[in-house]
């Protein structure tokens, strides 16, 4: 495996082609934000209100006055983003597993539930210490 | 839909695991994990007991499996795990260190006789000088999350010690660092500056760390593998540009520098120094030194020997900087833990020497060193820890004035820890420069050499000065006192300064250890 792509590697750039879909899409997606940003400010209709002018998806308002907390946003939240990227980093290791358990044999079974359970300590931990009670 | 699914893929082989070989570190990450559960399910009262007694019995049992492993090594050592990992004579040299100096930093950090309650605050998050924090001051309280965080980093380190892969080595890095930067946030007194330490360090950590993982793409990009030894073959063998080899080697390197504080990648040290809990910093000052320098020479020898003349001139000029900040910069501190850090900052670049000689005196000449220094450095923040005064301890170099006058006793093993520090005959700081040295110069590096045995002569005027304010000043009438410690710091004390001692008077065994083996890859 390694050695197939350190010959790749040290041959000349000849097979940089297979890159070639990957910046048409680059420049595809690229098109599409500028067209369509372009295109919804020219014809779109102008009209605001406050639920318009909020940020898209991204959480509470942190300024000028949030609703809640004076200003700050609370570090309850802190840990529940640690916990969601506890569990989808999780998944992206679950994912590959998956994909080639077959290959992989009952080591990679054992494998794999040992870095669940490793896993779920930091989880038991969180849960006991009180890390869920949204206080 | 037959179209979809996927080619059968061939079974992928798992891997040669020599479980006798990496055993210790097995167990320093199984009892850490187990430490994680203590904290989740054992109610808070009885903590610390069981939490003292899971990491000494793990150190003890790590300790256990290496000695019978060390007995019937083989020679030349082995690589296990896809050959990720090599268990060789260096390694197991250091691992044997790191194990002995973590039991130490381990009895400092569990220690609750010298401070009331032990050295660690119950809740770092709280912010300084208000109410509460005030109030958890006086509580008894601590935070044992340290010893499993301790057990973690030091497995940390061991891996470190003993990664033949870039990639093994930077996730060992990071289970090294990401513990240590929490528990430099922890000191029970002076709140402030230990959370400014934990925050400096982490974030300096954390770009050096970036520095080293683009060092490691550059590397990959070159040679295509991380492993160390298809690294040497590349650089060896291609006819491909030398500019991702010097440029990845290069951010590899700073890196590397900057965990183990050598100078102009040292700024974080006297700060970080300075504000962690001094059990902490007596581990960090350490175990991390022998961890990232077990790092660097495995990295510059296995790694990069055949290229040695290329990048050699530029890391004489790192060494270089490191003795001329630690040994200048140490002369203007007032600060005896500050002092300290300039000390390793110096330190790091005689160590540096002897890791650049690239031979096998060097080699066994710097892995002495790292033992002789982590060991009296260990005994020297444990005494540290024990002059106090109403406001915790007193650091400041003024209030040492006359020490000897109120403890002879405290004042006479923390000036011979100093003498040891400063390379005089009779302790074993004295053979780690002379080998160290020695192999420099068989190396043909005598400039380099001068240039060390100056800047000891200029630290050593430093040392001098904190032993001449300890024994011929007259103390201050509200001077600080001595705290007389319990077992676990008399012990952790005791130990540095003997092994500090029998390395001045007979060194052979250790040394004849060292120079047993190369590295296997």
Not at chain 2, 27 to 45: H, R, T, Y
Not at chain 2, 266 to 285: C, E, K, L, N, R
Not at chain 2, 314 to 323: E, F, G, I, P, Y
Not at chain 2, 416 to 422: I, S, V, Y
Request: with cysteine; proline share 5%.
């Amino acid at each position: 495996m390694v050695g197939d792509v350190s010959v790749m590697a040290q041959s000349s750039g000849s097979d940089l082609g297979s890159y070639l879909p990957l910046v048409f899409l680059l420049a595809l997606g690229a098109i599409f934000a500028g067209v369509s940003a372009t295109l919804g400010a020219l014809v779109g209709p102008k009209r605001y209100n406050r639920a318009k002018l909020e940020a898209y998806e991204c959480g509470i308002e942190p300024s000028p006055q949030p609703v809640v907390g004076g200003g700050r946003v609370p570090v309850a939240y802190y840990l529940t983003a640690m916990l969601f990227i506890l569990f989808d980093i999780e998944m992206v290791f679950l994912y590959p597993f998956a994909v080639s358990a077959d290959a992989l044999g009952v080591f990679g079974l054992v494998e794999i539930v040992l870095f669940i359970a490793t896993v779920g300590f930091a989880y038991a931990y969180v849960w006991r210490r009180g890390g869920l009670d949204w206080n | 839909m037959l179209a979809l699914q996927p080619p059968p893929q061939a079974p992928i082989d798992a891997p040669q695991i020599e479980y006798s070989a990496i055993l210790p570190v097995l167990i320093l990450l199984g009892a850490a994990c187990i430490g994680v559960l203590v904290e989740a399910f054992v109610s808070k009262a009885s903590r610390w007991a069981a939490q003292v007694t899971l990491s000494l019995l793990a150190i003890l049992g790590a300790g256990l499996a290496f000695v019978l492993y060390v007995t019937d090594s083989p020679e030349r050592g082995l690589t296990t795990l896809y050959r990720t990992i090599a268990v060789d004579r260096p390694a197991l040299f250091l691992w044997g260190t790191l194990l002995a100096l973590g039991l130490g930093a381990l009895l400092l950090i569990a220690d609750r006789t010298v401070e009331r309650g032990g050295a660690f605050v119950a809740q770092a998050g709280i912010r300084p000088g208000t109410v509460q924090d005030r109030a958890q001051m006086a509580s008894g309280g601590m935070q044992t999350e340290v010893f499993p965080l301790t057990l973690f980093a030091l497995s940390g380190m061991m891996i470190f010690c003993a990664a033949n892969d870039l990639l093994t080595m930077f996730i060992a890095l990071e289970v090294l660092s990401l513990p240590l930067y929490l528990m430099c946030g922890l000191a029970r007194r002076r709140r402030l500056i230990s959370q400014e330490s934990a925050v400096k360090y982490f974030l300096l950590g954390a770009f050096a760390s970036a520095f080293f993982l683009y060092g490691l793409a550059l590397l990959y990009g070159y040679a295509g593998s991380v492993k160390l030894a298809d690294i040497a073959n590349a650089a060896a063998g291609s006819a491909a540009s030398d500019t991702l080899l010097f440029g990845g080697f290069g951010l590899l390197v700073v890196g590397l520098m900057f965990k183990a504080s050598v100078g102009p990648f040292h700024a974080w040290t006297p700060d970080v120094y300075q504000g962690s809990p001094t059990p902490i910093t007596a581990f960090m000052a350490a175990c991390t030194k022998v961890a990232a320098f077990g790092g660097i020479l495995r990295v510059l020898t296995v790694g990069f020997e055949s290229t040695s003349w290329e990048w050699r001139g530029v890391l004489w000029v790192v060494a270089v900087a490191s003795m001329v900040i630690g040994a200048v910069l140490g002369l203007t501190q007032t600060d005896i833990k500050r002092m300290l850090a300039y000390s390793s900052i110096a330190h790091a670049g005689f160590l540096l020497v002897g890791a650049l000689a690239l031979r096998p005196e060097g080699l066994s000449g710097t892995l002495f060193y790292l033992l002789t220094y982590g060991f009296t450095t260990l005994a020297a923040f444990g005494a540290v820890s024990l002059v106090r005064d109403s406001n915790g301890e007193a650091t400041h170099l003024s209030q040492w004035a006359g020490l000897a006058k109120r403890s002879p006793v405290l004042a006479w093993v923390f000036a011979f820890l100093l003498l040891a520090m400063a390379g005089i005959p009779l302790t074993s700081g004295f053979i780690g420069k002379f080998v160290v040295f020695s192999a420099g110069i068989q190396d043909g590096m005598a400039p380099l050499v001068v240039i060390a045995l100056v800047a000891s002569a200029v630290a050593a005027f430093f040392y001098l000065r904190v032993i001449v304010l300890m024994f011929f000043s007259d103390p201050a009438p509200d001077g600080p006192t001595v705290t007389v410690p319990g077992t676990f710091t008399t012990a952790a004390i005791t130990l540095g300064v003997l092994v500090t001692l029998v390395l001045g008077l007979v060194p052979a065994f250790a040394l004849d250890w060292a120079g047993t083996g190369t590295f296997a890859f």
